[in-house]
Structures are given as structure tokens and as C-alpha cells.
């Protein structure tokens, strides 16, 4: 126990079968189970706003969510938590959500275990599915879609035998490595981790998006109860900007400087506890001189004034290309579509709210940075320019985080609580609020996409000419690529053969915008796709039809010019695989939209792609995998090791994954589905190392894979660039109640190249349609004039929940990817590319109502709404 005080001021109570007092001053009962019990099963999420159900625990038999349960009400109660529960009853579990798939990144997991475990207790095997569905809509999960864990759950309820063994090699099912650990809450994640003489800290954000700072005063913080240091702007030692392409995105905020957005940071609170560090951050009082904040990406663009400090004009970025003569391609046309879409912002609402413990080492002048973001290697870099020493003097190690999406790929607090434990030569745990998450992390990109699209009189595409703008928010984070992936994609995956095409992506002080799954190729597609919708109308052919005729083939050219290769096959096979069914559901005559769609995967652009892994051979018989890539639930750990079983034909039991931040292994990011891709290849490579040496005990065999053969986005001289080196794709095809517009059911059809682990894959699938469904019909996050979001709950984000989320039949074809190992494309990007286009397309053939902005409103949602 962390905290001392006289029996007055405690509570006593029974936990998992031991008698326990706590500080009665906790916010809640969770925030002293874990910050005082050190009890970590139960998660927290969204505290103290009880909508994510992480927390949830039994008291007096109940499940009920710790986070809004008052310390003093616990006073003589008795509480079960992950831990207290029988280890037989655990075990059950574990198996169940292991054998079905049930999880990803796991975070939500104990609480839903918590859940399942006072259903089943009241009803047993008689637990009904589309019960249990209800019961879980306390509870959200961003990865899986729910279907794997509703699986597991009714395992578990009547008694079904399961048998649950890791995977073989290359295509076979099995456990998601580290499964059981992330089913019971015993694999920690950052804010699990407890060191001896940790402190506490917390932010002090600003509290206008556009606005000069006159002065900070942080005596009162200083003198609060507990508080050990404040530090803003004026200790940082060397760079105050950071940032993965750009530096121009500051770690603090000093003063005489000028704030961007609502998540811009001005002081880092340290305490000896976290409720101490909180209520000072709140202690300091900064004078302000605010100003106009520019919200209105298309004005900002010819705005006189400059969004954010230390910029030269608003526009981040533009991108562009042509080929053939659009304009006369367009005119002669015999039917053509000119549309203008927009697409919403959206938060990555990943369950684990972000968190960093920097651990200094005080004998040899280096420290440790444990962190949960997607690029280790790039917070290493930018922690060391911000304090200002040798790359060699700090290591991060990447924790597993709970869910990402590409909204870890900045740094969020990494840098300021490196800098606090630093300067102090103390450990120091920071760890952001659901609500300071929301502020500060970069969301999906808002675009404004007008777009004509021609075609002759046989449904044959002649032109697409598309002018998209993205709202970027105010620093850079990746904004500048996600508009230029969008216009790579303007044109889906057809052969058209007069395109012109730019983006532009402009900075405002509203929230920033980066990478989220799809990064850009969803906003350009459900344009796309609405648009051939339309055509098909006009023709008089079904959209099934209208993409047949259409769809790329090998040798033809595709958007920006590139020679799509053999993998381009799959584009077809998925049109093809969906066919029986679409005809069956029209036949029917239930409501039917198709969406067909491609995303590559990889950085592509011209970049250069290096990436490595080490097997080694320990004298114990353990087979050490050791890679540089980011696991975050979508299975890259399981990838290594199917790979290691595949090549060297030993059992998976004897291996032992790791991401090893100690050397060089990973560069970059790990996004853009490339995670899969190049650690089979690079794992591949050092087994073959091994294997030529004979695997011999104590060497490490290094394989190193690079991509060095892709080209910028309209690069000079280059008439047929090779923009990326692979692409997946998929058809996904909604049906609908046309009288009620409910979902009846989503059919997804996805090309994998080669699928890994295909229970893995249809996990990742289902969880992509979840959000797809999310981004087409509920999601938002929009902000107000004052660039301020307004949805600033985890409940307010629209995310669907387990009782409305439809069937998903899952099916995948492989057609390999030329140059890639084992044929592998990725499946996490493509996910949710076709789905709003498929939902808008079912909602017109159920009441003819066009609609052009997300999220999609059905006819008889709202009367006040315009359906569009």
C-alpha cells in the first residue's frame, strides 16, 4: 500500500478474499484498487464516466463498474476482481476467448470477463447470445467486432469443449500468442507497471486553441500537497519540437509563444501520487491574450492569417497528377456524375488511454522509456533531441499497448514525462484521462471531395477528375501523407484512363488529424464508389456490374500511373467470390449495396523500407523470435512465430517472441498493414541465416528485408511509377430491411494475399467492419467555432455496441502479392475501405435517397435530419 493514515480517514473492506483498507480520498474504488491495492485486471478506460466497462469487478456479487463506485460505499463490502475469481473458473476462460479468437489488443477483456462471469452465474448454459449482447453494452471494444467474444462467451456458458493450441506454420489457425495472459488481465500494459520510488504526473493543457501566452504561474501548484516539480517550456534542454515528418509540433508551450489546438501542453505537474499531480496541474493559472481561432478548412486556405505559430502559410501539403485530357475525356462522356462528398473527423477511441514511464538509471546516466506508442524508434529519437543527448543514452521499450489504430503513432506524453523523470533522476508514470486523450491525440481526417466521373455507353470508366481538401488540424503529425494516399486512391481499384486529380491538406486550430486505419483511402473511396453507384443508375445495370466491367486487371494502369502486377487479380476474385450472394440477397429483395475497394500496404511514396528480426538459440531449447514492431492486437507477435515454426519446423511451444528495442531492428512506423508484411520477411530471412549456419546456441542470426523499389506521387521523369509494392482488397456487401433500414447482415469478401493465421484474420476483418459500420452510420467527433471537440465522452463518439452490430460472414480469398513474402498483403488497412460505400449504396435501394456526408443518416432516423 502506497498511502498512510490514521484509521478515520480509511476504508475497509473484503478483496479477493483478504480484508483491505484504502485512503478514503480516491476519486473511486477503482482508482484505489489500482493506484493504492495494486490490483490490474481491472482497466481503466474512461474514468470516472463508466462507459467502456474495463473496470468492471463483482461487489456483493454484482458487476458493476468500479470507476463510478464511491470508495466510502465499498466501507464492509465484498469485491472479486480477475484475480480473486477460482483458477478452474479462469482457466475456462482463458481457453474459451483463446480458442474462439475472443480478443486482440485485450484491454477490454477482464472487464467483459467480469460481465460474462455474473451472467453465467445467474443463468448458465441458458445464457441466450443475443442476451448476453445486451448485457455487453456496458462494455466496448474497438478491435474485434464482438462476434469472436460473444463466441467465446457462450463456450463458456454451456460448457462446450474447446481445445486451444498455438499455431503451426504459415496458414494455420491457432491461439493468438500471449491469449491467456490478455484474457485474465495478467499481461500488463504501461499504467500496469510499478517500479520502487515512482512518481506521478500530470498535464496542464491550454485553455484556448489560438491564443499568445503572457505568463504561467505555477507556485500554487508547487506548493501543493505532495508535488515534487512543475516544468514547462523554459526547462526543456533541446529541441521543443518534435514530430514524425515535421518537427514544428511542440512539447510544451512557453511563454511568449502561441498555442495551436486544444491539446497544446503548458506545464508537467510531478507528485508523489497520482490524484496530488492531478489536482495541482489544475493549480496553475495562465494569462492569456487569445485570438481568432481559424476552423474553416476551405477558408483557411486564402486566410490572411496564419492558424499555427511558427508556420508560414495554412496549407500543409498539396499532391497531384494527370493523365490523358480529363476535360475533353469528361465532355464526350455518355453519362457523367459530379458529386461533392464529405467525410467526418473521427476519434481512434482506442481503450487504453495513452501512457509513458521513464525510468532513469542513476549508475550509468541512461534511461528507460517504456511506452505504448507505434513508433518506438521515432520516440527514442525525438526524446533524446528534446533532452538534448546520444540515442545511446535512452532505450524505449515497447509495452503491447490496449488498441491504437494509428492514433499512437505521435508522441503523445512520451516526451514530457521523459524530460520530468530526466531532469529529477526519478521514475515517473504520466498516464492521460479519457478526456486529455481526446484533446490531444491526432483523429481521422474531415475531406471535402468534389468529384466528375464519365463513362461510355457500355459502363466502361473514361474519366475521373477529383479535388479533395482535408482539414489537418494544426501540426503536421502525418497529414500530409494521409492526403496524398487519398489522392493515390481517388480512383479505386479501376482502370480509367484520363485522371486528374490533388489534395490539399490544410492546417486550422481544429483538432490534429493523422493516421487511423484506411488513412485516407476510405475518404477517397466512398466517394469513388458513390459515384459508380450513380453511374450504374443511369445505365440501368447493378452495381455488382458496373465494377465487373470496370475493375483493374495486370498490365493496366492504375491512378497515378502505376502497372498493377498480378496481385491486382484479387480485385476481381472478390467480385466474383461475393456474386451468389448478392444475387440471392437482390432476388430477395432486401435492400443491397456493394462496395469494392483497394488500400495498399506499406509506406510506398519513394520511401525506403528497412526492417530486421533475430533468431537465436538458447541452450535451454527456447527459440528466441526478436523483432521491432509495435503489437497492438492485430497479431504481429503470432506472425513471428508461424513464421519461425514455417521455416525451421520446430514446435511453437518452444518459441519466445519479443520486440527488442535494445538494437536496431525496426524502423519507422508500424502502420499501414506493413507490421505483417515485413516481419515475415524479415523473420524468414534470419531463419534461413540459421539454418545455413545450423542453428547453432548463443549466435544471433540476423535477416534484413528492404523495399527500395517504390517512387514519390507524380515524381518527374517517371511516366509509370510504382507507387507501392502491395495492395489488398475486398468486397463488402450490406443487406438491408428496406422497410426498417436495419442491417440484416454483412458479407465481407477480402483478398489477404496469403492469410497467416486466418482466425486472426477474420477477427481482424470483423473488427474493421465494426468501425466501417461506425464511420458510415454513427461516428463523429466534430468540434465548435472556438476549435474546442464536442463529443467528449467515450458514449458521445457514437460507437456501436454489441446488440446493434449485425452478422458478419467472413471470407477470404488469396491471391499472392509478387515480391512479398508467403504472397501476404494485410488485411487491418483494407478493412473498413469498402463499407460506408456498401452502407450508402444499401440505403439508397431502400429509399432512393442519394446521400453524400458522414456519418449516414437512414430516411427514418431523425425527421429534423437531412437524410443526405
Avoid at 511453437?652 to 535494445?662: L, N
Wanted: some cysteine; overall charge negative; aromatic content about 6%.
Amino acid at each position: 500500500m502506497t498511502d498512510l493514515a490514521d484509521s478515520s480517514t480509511r476504508v475497509s473492506f473484503r478483496v479477493n478474499g483478504q480484508d483491505v483498507s484504502v485512503a478514503s480520498d480516491h476519486p473511486h474504488l477503482l482508482a484505489a484498487l489500482r493506484d493504492e491495492l495494486n490490483i490490474t485486471s481491472p482497466k481503466d478506460g474512461c474514468s470516472p464516466t463508466g462507459q467502456c466497462g474495463c473496470c468492471t469487478i463483482m461487489i456483493d456479487g454484482k458487476a458493476l463498474v468500479s470507476c463510478q463506485y464511491p470508495v466510502a460505499k465499498a466501507a464492509g463490502r465484498t469485491i472479486i476482481t480477475l484475480e480473486g475469481v477460482d483458477e478452474s473458473e479462469r482457466q475456462t476462460f482463458s481457453d474459451a476467448f483463446a480458442a474462439c479468437g475472443g480478443l486482440q489488443c485485450g484491454f477490454c477483456i477482464p472487464g467483459i470477463v467480469m460481465r460474462a462471469k455474473s451472467q453465467i452465474d445467474k443463468k448458465g448454459a441458458d445464457l441466450q447470445r443475443e442476451d448476453m449482447a445486451r448485457h455487453l453494452g456496458a462494455h466496448l471494444c474497438r478491435c474485434t467486432g464482438y462476434v469472436k467474444i460473444l463466441d467465446a462467451i457462450d463456450v463458456v456458458a454451456k460448457g462446450t469443449p474447446v481445445t486451444v493450441s498455438l499455431p503451426g506454420g504459415i496458414g494455420s489457425r491457432g491461439a493468438k500468442y500471449e491469449s491467456a495472459e490478455l484474457a485474465l488481465g495478467d499481461r500488463g500494459y504501461v499504467d500496469d507497471i510499478r517500479v520502487p520510488g515512482m512518481l506521478h504526473a500530470a498535464l496542464h493543457l491550454t485553455a484556448h486553441v489560438r491564443a499568445d501566452v503572457l505568463e504561467i504561474d505555477t507556485s500554487a501548484a508547487l506548493a501543493a500537497p505532495g508535488v515534487e516539480a512543475v516544468f514547462t517550456a523554459a526547462d526543456v534542454p533541446g529541441d521543443i519540437r518534435v514530430g514524425i515528418i515535421y518537427k514544428d509540433w511542440p512539447v510544451f508551450i512557453g511563454v511568449g509563444e502561441r498555442t495551436s489546438y486544444a491539446g497544446d501542453v503548458l506545464a508537467i505537474v510531478v507528485a508523489r501520487t497520482r490524484r496530488e499531480a492531478r489536482a495541482a496541474a489544475e493549480l496553475i493559472k495562465v494569462s492569456y491574450a487569445p485570438l481568432r481561432p481559424i476552423v474553416d478548412a476551405v477558408a483557411a486556405i486564402t486566410d490572411t492569417e496564419i492558424a499555427v505559430w511558427g508556420t508560414e502559410n495554412n496549407v500543409l501539403s498539396r499532391s497531384e497528377y494527370q493523365r490523358g485530357d480529363t476535360a475533353s475525356a469528361l465532355s464526350s462522356s455518355s453519362f457523367t456524375v459530379t458529386e461533392t462528398f464529405q467525410t467526418q473527423r473521427i476519434e481512434h477511441a482506442f481503450l487504453e488511454p495513452e501512457s509513458t514511464l521513464a525510468v532513469p538509471n542513476t549508475k550509468d546516466g541512461t534511461m528507460h522509456v517504456y511506452s505504448g506508442g507505434q513508433g518506438v524508434w521515432d520516440d527514442r529519437d525525438q526524446i533524446c533531441d528534446i533532452l538534448n543527448v546520444a540515442k545511446d543514452k535512452v532505450i524505449v521499450e515497447l509495452v503491447s499497448n490496449g488498441g491504437a489504430f494509428g492514433g499512437k503513432e505521435d508522441m503523445s506524453n512520451q516526451g514530457q514525462t521523459a524530460l520530468a523523470a530526466w531532469l529529477l533522476q526519478q521514475p515517473v508514470n504520466c498516464t492521460l484521462s479519457r478526456e486529455e486523450s481526446l484533446l490531444m491525440h491526432a483523429k481521422r481526417h474531415p475531406i471535402r471531395m468534389e468529384y466528375s466521373v464519365g463513362c461510355d455507353a457500355n459502363g466502361k470508366l473514361t474519366a475521373v477528375h477529383a479535388r479533395m481538401i482535408g482539414d489537418s488540424g494544426s501540426y503536421a503529425s502525418v497529414g500530409m501523407k494521409v492526403l496524398e494516399r487519398a489522392a493515390g486512391h481517388a480512383t479505386g481499384p479501376y482502370f480509367v484512363p484520363n485522371v486528374d486529380i490533388a489534395s490539399v491538406a490544410v492546417r486550422t486550430n481544429n483538432p490534429i488529424c493523422g493516421a487511423f486505419r484506411g488513412f485516407g483511402a476510405n475518404q477517397a473511396q466512398f466517394a469513388m464508389e458513390g459515384c459508380l453507384d450513380r453511374l450504374a443508375e443511369q445505365l440501368g445495370i447493378s452495381g455488382w456490374e458496373i465494377r465487373k466491367r470496370n475493375v483493374i486487371h495486370p498490365g493496366q494502369v492504375w491512378g497515378p500511373g502505376q502497372i498493377m502486377d498480378d496481385g491486382c487479380k484479387g480485385a476481381d476474385m472478390c467480385l466474383d467470390e461475393i456474386k451468389p450472394a448478392y444475387d440471392a440477397a437482390v432476388t430477395a429483395g432486401r435492400a443491397v449495396g456493394l462496395g469494392l475497394g483497394l488500400k495498399n500496404s506499406g509506406l510506398g511514396n519513394g520511401f525506403r523500407e528497412v526492417t530486421r528480426a533475430v533468431v537465436h538459440f538458447r541452450t535451454d531449447g527456447i527459440v528466441e523470435v526478436r523483432h521491432g514492431w509495435t503489437e497492438m492486437g492485430q497479431g504481429v507477435h503470432t506472425v513471428a512465430l508461424q513464421v519461425a515454426v514455417e521455416e525451421l519446423g520446430i514446435d511453437a511451444s518452444t518459441i519466445r517472441v519479443f520486440v527488442d528495442t535494445t538494437r536496431q531492428l525496426g524502423f519507422g512506423q508500424t502502420t499501414g498493414s506493413r507490421g505483417t508484411l515485413m516481419a515475415a520477411a524479415s523473420v524468414q530471412r534470419a531463419c534461413a541465416a540459421a539454418l545455413e549456419d545450423g542453428c547453432k546456441t548463443g549466435i544471433d542470426y540476423t535477416g534484413e528485408y528492404v523495399i527500395d523499389w517504390t517512387h514519390h506521387l507524380g515524381e518527374p521523369g517517371v511516366e509509370n511509377p510504382i507507387i507501392h509494392s502491395a495492395f489488398g482488397y475486398a468486397a463488402q456487401m450490406v443487406i438491408m430491411d428496406p422497410e426498417t433500414q436495419k442491417i440484416e447482415k454483412v458479407v465481407a469478401v477480402h483478398d489477404v494475399g496469403r492469410a497467416v493465421n486466418p482466425a486472426l484474420c477474420e477477427g481482424q476483418i470483423e473488427g474493421s467492419v465494426h468501425m466501417g459500420l461506425g464511420y458510415a452510420l454513427t461516428e463523429d467527433f466534430p468540434s465548435d467555432d472556438m476549435g474546442y471537440p464536442t463529443n467528449m465522452t467515450l458514449r458521445s463518439l457514437g460507437i456501436i455496441r454489441p446488440k446493434d452490430m449485425p452478422p458478419v460472414d467472413v471470407v477470404m480469398v488469396e491471391c499472392p502479392q509478387p515480391r512479398s513474402p508467403y504472397g501476404i498483403k494485410g488485411v487491418g488497412e483494407i478493412g473498413l475501405v469498402p463499407t460506408a460505400p456498401a452502407v450508402a449504396a444499401a440505403l439508397h435501394a431502400a429509399d432512393g435517397i442519394w446521400r453524400t456526408r458522414l456519418p449516414m443518416k437512414p430516411k427514418n432516423a431523425d425527421a429534423t435530419e437531412d437524410p443526405t
